[in-house]
């Protein structure tokens, strides 16, 4: 397997992981692994030049950064 097509499976799995971790409430774990997905799916995106992945990937990246800071900021509950 070519390493562009193990990074978009990669990223698939960990996509689809995160949103599972969502739905178990498994904070911050959901948003770290939901963001490495979408980092895979960015970093897919810019080597085959694919403007829609880039679109849809680079626009989550800052969502979850914003998770993540407000995790450490606010503490755990």
Known sequence: MD???FLKWASTAAVLSGIVL???NIFPLNIIVHGTGAFGWTVAGYLT???ALLTNFCLQLP???FGIINYMVA???
């Open 49 to 51: 030049r694919d403007r």
């Open 63 to 65: 969502i979850f950064a």
């Open 3 to 5: 390493r562009i097509k």
């Open 22 to 24: 969502t739905n178990l």
């Open 75 to 77: 503490g755990t509950g």
